[in-house]
């Protein structure tokens, strides 16, 4: 029997929607989990949390509230705001809300370079070394370079090449090209730019 025939037809699936005419492929960076920070901070919530409860219910239940509470206690109302240790701890404190502050609203993991987004359900990353070593090879193939040094960043890529024979000049132009041509097929979603420094290899002696 026809689909006419019984009435039935299959869905119309729509196209993946994808970003590439939307915003030019770009993506934005992963964003990090930082399961060991949030592990420390939720178990020394959890610590200090249930001591000061089990202390509460210790002083319900007629017994004297711990040491350390009463101390602190009575530290809190008797040493002055200027006091040295009083400082101190408003010190750290500070500096620990700082940090976890920084580490809310930082994506983190900077070793990972965002690729171009061609599809709205796929997003890729590219590790750094792994992009340092593809530009190394592709620079190697430069005639006339001895050795090469590569380091990428997610704004700049700096490249210290050493060539044995050919001009400077030449060797350079080359590793402009070669490299432009390899930073490009890496595919990331912000292209960074291109620094090169090509000198000769130190003489042995």
Same mark, same amino acid.
């Given at each position: 029997?026809?689909?006419?025939?019984?009435?039935?037809?299959?869905?119309?699936?729509?196209?993946?929607?994808?970003?590439?005419?939307?915003?030019?492929?770009?993506?934005?960076?992963?964003?990090?989990?930082?399961?060991?920070?949030?592990?420390?901070?939720?178990?020394?919530?959890?610590?200090?949390?249930?001591?000061?409860?089990?202390?509460?219910?210790?002083?319900?239940?007629?017994?004297?509230?711990?040491?350390?509470?009463?101390?602190?206690?009575?530290?809190?109302?008797?040493?002055?705001?200027?006091?040295?240790? =009083?400082?101190?701890?408003?010190?750290? &404190?500070?500096?620990? $809300?700082?940090?976890? *502050?920084? #580490? +809310?609203?930082? @994506? /983190? !993991?900077?070793?990972?370079?965002?690729?171009?987004?061609?599809?709205?359900?796929?997003?890729?990353?590219?590790?750094?070394?792994?992009?340092?070593?593809?530009?190394?090879?592709?620079?190697?193939?430069?005639?006339?370079?001895?050795?090469?040094?590569?380091?990428?960043?997610?704004?700049?890529?700096?490249?210290?090449?050493?060539?044995?024979?050919?001009?400077?000049?030449? =060797?350079?132009?080359?590793?402009?090209? &070669?490299?432009?041509? $390899?930073?490009?097929? *890496?595919? #990331? +979603?912000?292209? @960074? /730019? !291109?620094?090169?420094?090509?000198?000769?290899?130190?003489?042995?002696?």
């Amino acid at each position: 029997m026809s689909r006419e025939q019984d009435g039935s037809s299959a869905p119309v699936r729509e196209p993946v929607p994808t970003l590439q005419e939307e915003d030019g492929g770009k993506a934005g960076r992963f964003w990090s989990a930082r399961r060991v920070p949030a592990a420390l901070v939720a178990l020394l919530a959890i610590g200090c949390a249930g001591l000061l409860l089990y202390d509460i219910s210790a002083v319900r239940a007629g017994h004297p509230a711990m040491r350390w509470r009463r101390e602190l206690a009575d530290g809190l109302a008797t040493r002055p705001l200027d006091d040295t240790w =009083v400082l101190v701890g408003a010190g750290v &404190a500070a500096a620990l $809300g700082l940090w976890l *502050l920084l #580490l +809310a609203l930082t @994506p /983190g !993991l900077r070793a990972i370079l965002p690729m171009r987004r061609t599809s709205a359900d796929i997003r890729a990353g590219l590790d750094r070394k792994a992009a340092a070593m593809m530009l190394r090879d592709r620079a190697m193939e430069v005639p006339g370079v001895q050795s090469v040094r590569v380091a990428v960043g997610r704004s700049k890529v700096r490249v210290r090449a050493q060539s044995h024979f050919r001009e400077l000049d030449d =060797v350079r132009g080359d590793l402009d090209t &070669a490299l432009t041509a $390899g930073i490009r097929q *890496l595919g #990331l +979603a912000g292209r @960074p /730019g !291109l620094s090169v420094h090509v000198g000769r290899p130190a003489k042995k002696g």
